[in-house]
């Protein structure tokens, strides 16, 4: 490569050396190289920048040999915006973990120690893949995760009409749902329709911080303030200031961060680790929660007093079997966009499908059903959608409503993991795709089913 190219790269990984190799490496080469030690900021990052390739560690401390955590963070990012080119690099490579790092939508895969000219030609390519895709793309759909929500049910023209009466004020709003619902993009939603529109939008899931670094990521800290502590830095609170805050799984925090968190909201100031100045924030709070935090209040799990402030407007996103006026709509929906996307050929939804789309009882809600329609419109052939397409046997069909069965969801989602688990071999990333869960979603269920 002769000339700079326009391309706005992230590099994400924990060993500090390896960043400052790359990005001394690509810098020469591409126009805006930014790094990032911390994977945790990667949804703040891919929300409020528009990288055009990143290139994602496959292996953190926590995680040093088999890529589950970086498989974790693909989803993240394809999540947010599925447009992004993922490169992935790991120094643990073999082919398995290469064939699984496509099939999960990263664009392409180098191993470490890299060779230069190998590096620069993978990350060359998959700018040129993202450009060809922006100049050629067809879609008109909105892609999911940028702010549409589809529905026309009773229960979600309620959400709506909530939304549209309370996003221009700055009340703390709790949505409560179950997962794979579309609460994240409720939030999104909300701010933009609300005056904070053109400030940062900063989402937290704190189902996934480590509890010792719980402080350090939302609040921030100062240098020195611990061991790996090398420069002053910014909390969430701090960078979403002026704008809204989303904390995703707000319920699974435990009693004594419950207590930092009501400090902040109390005193509308940070405190940074290591630090004795106070910081004034100005953000506008939405939490979310899968929990009957109701309930975890009366037991003692979660503080009242924390209730009370992030609950001033409570908003329940109902499952996806108690919206099914808007199945097909979202199904047409995810067809339309994946069909451009992959530019397949498939045009409709045969009826037949539609009427099983409709019986069946999505335990994993749109996130299911939206994986289930990529799947089928990659898979097939024709310009019509069959039933075969979609409801793959021994999974979906054994679960067909149409069979009275008189389970409660419990079994029944508990029955859908044991035999998808089957079906895959216990390949946790194959079973994930096939229920349209996340990776992180999946291993929550194993381990409440205990399977």
């Excluded at 643990?92 to 120690?113: C, W």
């Excluded at 921030?220 to 420069?231: C, I, L, P, Q, S």
């Excluded at 929906?333 to 992959?342: A, E, I, S, T, V």
Aim: glycine fraction near 6%; charged fraction near 25%; charge should be neutral.
């Amino acid at each position: 490569m002769s000339t700079m190219q326009p391309a706005k790269i992230l590099i994400v990984d924990d060993d500090v050396d390896v960043l400052r190799a790359a990005r001394l490496l690509l810098k020469r080469h591409f126009e805006q190289i930014d790094v990032e030690k911390n994977p945790q900021r990667i949804p703040y990052l891919v929300t409020n920048f528009d990288y055009d390739v990143i290139l994602l560690d496959m292996n953190f401390t926590r995680d040093l040999s088999s890529g589950k955590e970086g498989f974790e963070w693909l989803d993240r990012i394809l999540d947010i915006k599925p447009e992004t080119a993922v490169v992935l690099f790991t120094a643990y490579g073999d082919v398995e973990m290469a064939v699984r790092a496509i099939k999960a939508g990263a664009t392409d895969f180098v191993l470490k120690p890299w060779e230069n000219e190998k590096l620069l030609a993978t990350i060359q390519t998959a700018y040129n893949k993202r450009i060809a895709n922006q100049d050629t793309s067809t879609v008109t759909t909105p892609q999911p995760g940028n702010g549409q929500i589809i529905g026309k049910s009773p229960a979600m023209l309620t959400v709506f009409d909530t939304v549209s009466r309370v996003a221009a004020t700055d009340a703390n709003i709790l949505i409560l749902g179950e997962n794979g619902t579309g609460k994240d993009m409720l939030a999104r939603q909300i701010h933009a329709q609300s005056d904070r529109s053109n400030k940062p939008f900063v989402s937290v899931d704190l189902g996934a911080i480590i509890e010792t670094l719980f402080e350090s990521e939302l609040f921030g800290h100062v240098k020195g303030a611990f061991t790996d502590a090398r420069e002053d830095r910014f909390g969430r609170f701090e960078e979403a200031n002026g704008g809204t805050i989303f904390l995703d799984e707000i319920g699974n925090i435990s009693i004594p961060f419950q207590a930092k968190l009501l400090t902040v909201l109390q005193n509308r100031s940070v405190t940074k680790v290591g630090s004795n100045k106070s910081v004034p924030i100005n953000v506008r709070l939405i939490c979310a929660t899968n929990r009957n935090i109701q309930h975890m209040a009366t037991q003692h799990l979660f503080r009242q007093d924390l209730l009370y402030r992030i609950n001033t407007i409570e908003l329940h996103l109902p499952p996806l079997r108690e919206r099914g006026e808007d199945i097909v709509p979202l199904a047409e929906h995810f067809m339309q966009l994946y069909r451009d996307k992959y530019k397949r050929p498939v045009q409709h939804i045969h009826e037949s499908l539609v009427t099983q789309l409709q019986r069946y009882n999505w335990p994993g809600n749109i996130r299911e059903l939206q994986h289930a329609i990529e799947r089928a419109v990659i898979l097939s052939q024709g310009k019509t959608l069959q039933p075969k397409d979609v409801f793959v046997k021994n999974i979906h069909t054994t679960t067909d409503p149409t069979m009275d069965t008189g389970y409660n969801l419990e079994e029944m989602e508990r029955n859908v993991i044991s035999q998808a688990m089957k079906k895959c071999n216990g390949n946790i990333t194959e079973t994930a795709k096939e229920l349209g869960l996340s990776r992180a979603a999946l291993y929550r269920r194993l381990e409440k089913y205990n399977i």
